[in-house]
Every structure is written in structure tokens, then in C-alpha cells.
């Protein structure tokens, strides 16, 4: 029995692949990862005054930063590319002007020296401000490349220069579509810290991690650091029109796309009879929005007729909201038909904010398009329509029954016609 | 004589109907493979870690982190979602939850499972479980009946203190399934599972160039069933012989023992 399901299914594998091979033409598909960008990280450290304190497993901040950091070094893979950045090294002073531009680049993003990025962070002492959301617009400079990028910043205060909001800053980064991740990890923090840095993470999609000992700080970075190195498919930006009419034509891939709170999206995908299209979407919540929220995408003839949808609604905290549809276009009846249909589809969003939010730029939205195979339709519920079960038997072995009576009264019947003839 | 093939004809087949009734009953394959269990996991459903059935994954992460997984499902099974997180020592009152989607991102119901739990103040764990409808082979696309293809986990805290925020916590998940055979044996199938990104990958399985990041590279052990197999074969065979047996005993009833009575000896 299982040899006979393994031989059909790569039997049926085959055959998937041979058709698939005719479906796709060899044209670049968007969404097809580089395969050869190298994933850099940046590390973004805060050596503000505050990092003298001794709290952490009777050392200083600084030292306990200090230390994980070369171990971090040591553990880094080979194929990521690392940078160190400082925030509040330099400027001593009292001058908040001055103290909000101290941000400075200890050790460029690119093959890690691990000598001379370890001899670099040996001289840092903790000095001046924090000023948490210029460092991270210049660390958003720093990056080059296409390959997944990712800072990881580790305060131990709130930022001091309002009035930029960090999180606002780590909100526009994430929307100029660079592919930027940030994780923040707090050093013994407060409530307001906690609050703000974790804000900037879900920014951006990222984490928020307290730290109160120093494994747990290295434990973490290496993670971090680790988890930049997994390839993953980068999305491809795309922006989806007001309407159909306008909509940018999608093949199959993976994009991004931002929507504002009730803004509508439209896109087109072309399907062929035959081939079965699946769109998933996912709209990300990047900041605080009202706890009831909902997304709705919709498969939509090009003259207005609705297809199919999928409708998703939630309560209460989430990262994204996600939906999707299947729609399998039947075969080309004759030859009259057009070749392929335009499906438009709309992605719309039901999340609402409170009034202090800002609403652009608009919500995180990733869209999946596949167009494969049709299935094959079902003609009956039971697989070939085949039967199963007590009952099935109990009603055939009493058909056989009665047929094989009547076939044997029939008979006799006929035998003693014969005989009185 | 006759009998005794008749009587050797009906225990095979009664030795064929106790096949079907036992594979009913036989558990999922998904051997144990612990050894190679993933201890990581993702933070969205483009970075989920891929995991197998049976494998029990483990995770380092921050309270108020959302953690993904996927695993593959194939036809025919009934999926089990069970995940533990280890709380720090002191925390406040926090609700974990866990969340299957299907591989078009659609949320999956739970039949039964405490889907989401209250962890009590100080608790060392809690413990959530999805056990998830059986997935059928083909559906109606008005439907969202779950389907072959990849399945997406996430866990999260749904509500917690800010003062626990970003404590470190400790998530172990793992997926399990029941193989409910023919009875969920539907007609039709899909040319493909529901596999996100899959169109992208056998395009590329046929230029010959290997991506290195594909959105899901997840298959089962012994590769997606292709759907012809169930025990109803079994079974309607089974009952057509017993149908045909009975028609035999239904004709010889009528005939009598050997030659009709009436019928004089030499006519």
C-alpha cells in the first residue's frame, strides 16, 4: 500500500513538474532571490553617561556591553558583513544641539577585521546624550547592497532628543522599502523605555528584548545576528493603484506595498484558463492601532463582478492581519475565448488608530501571488466516488442476494415454460 | 468441496475487510527525529521556520516576540498544534496564544485545544494546543476548508504587562497529526499543494538555477500523496465480491440441493 502511494506520487511529481516546465516560461520571476547578496548588520550601541552604572552582574553597563560584544565578534558567521556604530561617544557636554549629532561609525559595515573591530570597541568610554533617532537614520546610511539588513541597537535610557520620536524615524526607515529590520534590547530599563524601544522594533517588524545579565545580552545579539544570516526572499515594492483600471500588472512573487488606514489597493494578475491563481495578504500593524481591525482582498472581475475573497478580522494585539483566496479558472471551453483573464485584485483594511497616530506612511502590506495548475474538480464528494463503511457492504451483499434470487427464479421459470411447451 | 472454497473465499475476503478497519486506526508516521529539531524561530510568515511533524522545535525568544513555524500537511490528516512556554520566575498575570494559518495565510479553526491561556502570576508554564479539521484534498475556493500544503504557527502573548515586556521566555512547539484515511478521501485534488512561493520554485527547479531563499521549501518525508490512494478501493471492492457471493447463495437458494425434485431421474 505504501509502495504503491510513493510510486504514484512520484509518478504524479513527474508529471507536476513536466507541466509546470511548460506553464513557466525561463523568464525572470519577480520575487526570484539574488541568491548572492550578503546579509550586513549594524550594531548600534549606546555610550551615553547613563552606561557607567553598575547594575549589571556587578559590573558596569558599559562593561557588560564591552563583553558581549567581543564575544559576539568571535561568534559572528563568516558570511555576515558587520558594523559597529556609537551613539553619545563623543560629546561630553551640555549642549543638547551638539549632543543630538553624536553619532559616529566606530567600525564600517562590511568583512569583519574581528581584531580591529575588538580594538575599537575597547576604547569606548561611556560620555555624553542618547540621541537614539539620529543614529538611526545614519545607521540606515550605512547599509549597501541588496542582501537583508538588519541593526540591532542597545540602549540603556530613552532617547534625549525630542523632539524626533525614535519610533517615527525606525517607522519612515522601514517604509522607504530597504528591506531594514531593527531589534532593540534595553539594559535594565524603565517602563517608558521599554515602551519606547519596542515601539521602534515593531516599527520595523523586529524584537524587543530586556536584558539583565550579561549572557543574556550575548545569548541575544548572537541570535540576532544568526537569525540576519538565514536567507529569506526579499520582496519586490510595488504600488498598487486606486483602481483596477490603473492597477500594475503582477506575475507570480512576493511584494510589498504600503496602505493607508481605509485606503483600497488594487492589483491585476493575468490567468490563463486552466491555471489556478492564489494571492495571500498580510497587513502589518506597525503602531498602535484600535484593538479590532480586519482585512478584506477580493477577487474582482475586470468589469466588477466579485469572484472569490478572503476575510480576516482579529481582536487585540498581533503583528499582521492575513487573508487569502484561490481562484481556479476553468478550462477553455472553444477556441473564441480570451486567452487569459485579467483578475483585479482589491486589499482593503479595517484597522483604526487613536488621533495622536500618524496614519502616513501607510501600513505594511506583503502580497504573495501564485499562478499554477488547476486542480482537479471534484465530480462527486468520495474520492472517484468509491464507497466505504458496514453499510456499504450490508446494501451490496443484499443487491447480490436479490439479483442472484430473481436470476435463479427467472431460470426456473423459464426451464418449466420450456418443459410445458 | 464446493464449500469449502466458498467458505475459503469468504474468510480472505472477511481477512481483507479487517485491512481497512486497522488502517483507520494506525497512528501517523512521523517518526521522532529529535535530533535535528530547530531551535530557533521566525518573526514573521516570510521568515517561519520550517519544521517536520513529529519533531519537537524549541525557541529563545522575548515576551511580546511573535513566533512563526511551518510544518507540512498532506491529505488525510488531522494536525495537532501543541506548544509550552517557560515563563521567567516573577512576571505578572500574561495570555499566550497560538495561531494556525494555511498556506494562503488563512486563519485555521481549532476543533478543540485551549487555543489561548491565562498564565497566572508567577506561573513557571502554559501550555496551548490546536488540534486543527482534517485536511481534505480538494475544497470548493468559497471554502477555507484546510488543504495539502504548508501550515504557519505563530505564538504570541496576547496580553501582558509592560513591565514584562521583553522578558526572556522559552517556547517549545511541536506538530503532530492523526491519519483519519479514507474517511476524508474527497474526489478532486490539487495540481499543487498549498505551498507559498511554489510557482517561483518549480520555475526555478526547471531552469536549473537554485535559489538560495525560497518563501517555503517545506515537504513531508515521503512526499505529497497524489491523492488516487484511499481504502474506499478496498472497500468497494471488497463489497462488490461480497455482492456477488450473495447473488451465487441468492441463485443457488432458488435451485435446491442438486437436481429440482420434480424433475424424474434420466428426463
Known amino acids: 500500500?505504501?509502495?504503491?502511494?510513493?510510486?504514484?506520487?512520484?509518478?504524479?511529481?513527474?508529471?507536476?513538474?513536466?507541466?509546470?516546465?511548460?506553464?513557466?516560461?525561463?523568464a525572470a520571476l519577480a520575487g526570484e532571490p539574488t541568491g548572492e547578496a550578503t546579509p550586513q548588520v549594524d550594531l548600534v550601541l549606546d555610550v551615553s553617561g547613563s552606561m557607567r552604572t553598575r547594575d549589571i552582574d556587578g559590573g558596569t553597563r558599559m562593561a557588560a556591553a564591552k563583553q558581549a560584544f567581543n564575544e559576539v565578534l568571535d561568534a559572528t558567521p563568516e558570511d555576515v558583513e558587520l558594523g559597529i556604530r556609537t551613539l553619545g561617544a563623543n560629546y561630553p557636554g551640555d549642549d543638547q544641539k551638539t549632543g543630538c549629532k553624536d553619532t559616529a561609525q566606530l567600525y564600517p559595515v562590511g568583512p569583519l577585521d574581528r581584531t580591529e573591530a575588538k580594538t575599537a570597541v575597547a576604547t569606548l568610554s561611556p560620555t555624553g546624550w542618547t540621541p537614539i533617532g539620529p543614529a538611526l537614520l545614519k545607521a540606515a546610511d550605512?547599509?549597501?547592497?541588496?542582501?537583508?539588513?538588519?541593526?540591532?541597537l542597545i540602549s540603556d535610557g530613552e532617547d534625549t532628543c525630542a523632539p524626533l520620536d525614535p519610533c517615527e524615524v525606525a517607522r519612515e526607515i522601514a517604509a522607504k522599502g530597504i528591506g531594514l529590520t531593527i531589534d532593540t534590547l534595553g539594559l535594565v530599563p524603565n517602563a517608558k523605555m521599554r515602551q519606547q524601544l519596542s515601539c521602534i522594533a515593531e516599527a520595523t517588524g523586529g524584537t524587543y528584548t530586556s536584558v539583565e545579565h550579561t549572557d543574556e545580552l550575548t545569548d541575544r545579539v548572537n541570535q540576532l545576528v544568526d537569525r540576519a544570516a538565514d536567507p529569506v526572499v526579499t520582496p519586490v515594492a510595488t504600488e498598487g493603484a486606486a483602481s483596477c483600471a490603473k492597477a500594475p500588472t503582477l506575475k507570480s512573487g512576493l511584494y510589498t506595498d504600503r496602505e493607508e488606514f481605509g485606503q483600497q489597493r488594487w492589483y491585476r494578475v493575468d490567468v490563463e484558463p486552466g491555471k489556478e491563481l492564489r494571492a495571500s495578504v498580510s497587513v502589518g500593524a506597525d503602531r498602535a492601532v484600535n484593538p479590532s481591525y480586519g482585512v478584506l482582498l477580493r477577487a474582482v472581475t475586470v468589469r466588477g463582478r466579485e469572484i472569490v475573497r478572503g476575510e480576516a478580522a482579529g481582536d487585540g494585539r498581533t503583528d499582521a492581519v492575513s487573508t487569502g483566496l484561490r481562484y481556479p479558472k476553468a478550462e477553455r471551453e472553444n477556441e473564441d475565448e480570451a486567452a487569459a483573464e485579467s483578475v483585479c485584485l482589491q486589499v482593503t483594511n479595517s484597522f483604526s488608530a487613536a488621533s495622536g497616530v500618524k496614519t502616513t506612511p501607510g501600513l505594511p502590506l506583503e502580497l504573495t501571488v501564485d499562478v499554477v495548475d488547476g486542480p482537479s474538480q471534484a465530480s462527486d464528494v468520495a474520492s472517484f466516488g468509491l464507497g466505504r463503511g458496514w453499510w456499504l457492504l450490508g446494501a451490496l451483499i443484499l443487491a447480490g442476494f436479490v439479483a442472484g434470487l430473481l436470476w435463479g427464479w427467472l431460470s426456473r421459470w423459464r426451464v418449466a415454460v420450456w418443459r410445458t411447451n | 468441496m464446493r464449500i469449502t472454497r466458498v467458505l475459503g473465499a469468504a474468510a480472505l475476503m472477511f481477512g481483507l475487510a479487517a485491512t481497512p478497519a486497522a488502517a483507520d486506526s494506525s497512528p501517523s508516521p512521523s517518526a521522532s527525529t529529535d535530533s535535528e529539531a530547530p531551535t530557533t524561530a521566525g518573526t514573521s510568515f516570510r521568515t517561519a521556520t520550517e519544521i517536520e511533524q513529529g519533531q519537537t522545535a524549541t525557541a529563545d525568544g522575548s515576551a511580546g516576540d511573535y513566533l512563526y513555524w511551518s510544518f507540512p500537511a498532506d491529505a488525510g490528516q488531522r494536525p495537532t498544534v501543541r506548544a509550552t512556554v517557560k515563563l521567567p520566575e516573577a512576571h505578572a498575570a500574561e495570555t499566550w496564544q497560538v495561531d494556525v494559518y494555511d498556506g494562503l495565510r488563512r486563519r485555521q479553526a481549532c476543533q478543540y485545544g485551549a487555543q489561548t491561556r491565562t498564565a497566572a502570576a508567577g506561573a513557571g508554564s502554559v501550555e496551548l494546543a490546536c488540534v486543527l479539521r482534517t485536511?481534505?484534498?480538494?475544497?470548493?475556493?468559497?471554502?477555507?476548508?484546510?488543504?495539502?500544503?504548508?501550515?504557519?504557527?505563530?505564538?504570541?502573548?496576547?496580553?501582558?504587562?509592560?513591565?514584562?515586556?521583553g522578558l526572556p521566555v522559552r517556547a517549545e512547539l511541536r506538530a503532530d497529526s492523526k491519519d483519519v484515511g479514507g474517511a476524508a478521501a474527497v474526489d478532486g485534488s490539487l495540481a499543487e499543494p498549498l505551498v507559498p512561493g511554489i510557482a517561483v520554485t518549480s520555475a526555478d527547479d526547471e531552469d536549473g538555477s537554485s535559489a538560495s531563499a525560497v518563501l517555503s521549501s517545506i515537504e513531508p518525508d515521503d512526499g505529497?500523496?497524489?491523492?488516487?490512494w484511499s481504502d474506499r478501493w478496498v472497500w468497494t471492492a471488497l463489497g462488490g465480491a461480497l455482492a456477488a457471493l450473495a447473488g451465487v447463495g441468492g441463485y443457488a437458494l432458488t435451485r435446491g440441493a442438486g437436481r429440482p425434485s420434480r424433475v424424474p431421474p434420466g428426463a
Open chain 1, 142 to 152: 550605512d547599509f549597501d547592497g541588496d542582501g537583508s539588513k538588519r541593526i540591532v
Open chain 1, 1 to 26: 500500500m505504501i509502495t504503491s502511494k510513493r510510486l504514484a506520487a512520484g509518478v504524479c511529481a513527474l508529471l507536476a513538474a513536466l507541466t509546470a516546465g511548460v506553464a513557466f516560461p525561463a
Open chain 2, 224 to 228: 505529497w500523496s497524489s491523492g488516487w
Open chain 2, 135 to 165: 485536511v481534505r484534498a480538494w475544497s470548493e475556493p468559497w471554502a477555507n476548508d484546510p488543504l495539502p500544503g504548508t501550515y504557519y504557527v505563530r505564538l504570541t502573548v496576547v496580553d501582558l504587562t509592560t513591565g514584562d515586556l
